[in-house]
């Protein structure tokens, strides 16, 4: 009989649930917003993920739960998201020595060792400067959607300065810069380097060790990516699905869990 891991990740903002078999491959995938519940999102997700599959409960072997929510989860084993995420990248990046994360509410460098074992990590948790959030507030301001930032960025002819790191002082400088006439496509490349500039001053914590994989629903927006890689002045490598590397973690540690 098939046996399956279940990892589900609970972020801030979006809820993320991943199977893999038992040969350890991802067998499929689904995210959400987390809104008032996550733990109700992550629930639903999963009656969905095994309906499509043909699948039910009794056929997941061991779950392990990750991220902001994970311990309002039912699973087998809570684990950090930082050990999550190395995982997940170890999995797909077999010689990645630095993960970039930008999540919801957060952003992280995690430096690490071949396998995903973490050797150290710097983490911006007190504040949405240089994460998701940071991004849907400017958006907003724009009356723009988040996902068409990275393309609009890639627009822009003449970059405007948005010097705050503050989320609130920042928005005050978009809205300063779209009553001075700047075209939103500056307005954004602006944005989308402020995050990077938040990010790439993290990384002199950790250092950086290639090859560097960058993570994380941000990781979807290419104005931000491009702009990180300049500042950095290094390739970046982003998975096709950045949003759940660290959900896929979870599960292969679920694995794992059971083969001990």
């Given at each position: 009989?098939?046996?399956?891991?279940?990892g589900?990740?609970?972020?801030?903002?979006?809820?993320?649930?991943?199977?893999?078999?038992?040969?350890?491959?991802?067998?499929?995938?689904?995210?959400g917003r987390s809104g008032y519940s996550g733990r109700n999102v992550a629930e639903r997700l999963t009656t969905e993920l095994l309906h499509k599959n043909n699948l039910d409960k009794r056929d997941i072997a061991a779950t392990v739960a990750t991220g902001y929510g994970?311990?309002?989860?039912?699973?087998?084993?809570e684990v950090s998201e930082i050990t999550c995420q190395a995982r997940g990248i170890a999995h797909l990046f077999?010689?990645?020595r630095t993960v970039i994360d930008i999540g919801g509410q957060d952003s992280k460098v995690i430096k690490m060792l071949p396998g995903g074992k973490v050797?150290?990590?710097a983490m911006n948790d007190k504040c949405a400067a240089g994460t998701g959030r940071f991004l849907e507030v400017m958006a907003g301001a724009l009356e723009l959607r988040v996902e068409d930032l990275?393309?609009?960025a890639a627009e822009a002819q003449e970059q405007c300065i948005i010097s705050s790191f503050c989320t609130v002082f920042a928005e005050s400088e978009v809205i300063s810069h779209?009553?001075?006439?700047a075209k939103k496509a500056d307005i954004v490349a602006g944005v989308c380097d402020s995050v990077a500039a938040r990010v790439a001053a993290m990384t002199s914590r950790t250092g950086l060790e290639l090859k560097i994989v960058f993570t994380g629903g941000v990781a979807r927006n290419s104005g931000v990516t491009h702009a990180l890689a300049k500042q950095l002045g290094q390739q970046l490598f982003v998975p096709d699905e950045p949003e759940i590397t660290a959900a896929l973690g979870a599960a292969l540690i679920a694995k794992s869990m059971e083969a001990r």
């Open positions: 009989m098939n046996r399956y891991y279940l589900v990740d609970i972020g801030s903002l979006t809820t993320k649930v991943v199977l893999v078999s038992t040969e350890g491959k991802p067998v499929a995938g689904a995210t994970r311990i309002t989860f039912p699973a087998d084993r077999g010689d990645a050797v150290d990590f990275g393309k609009l779209v009553s001075a006439g």
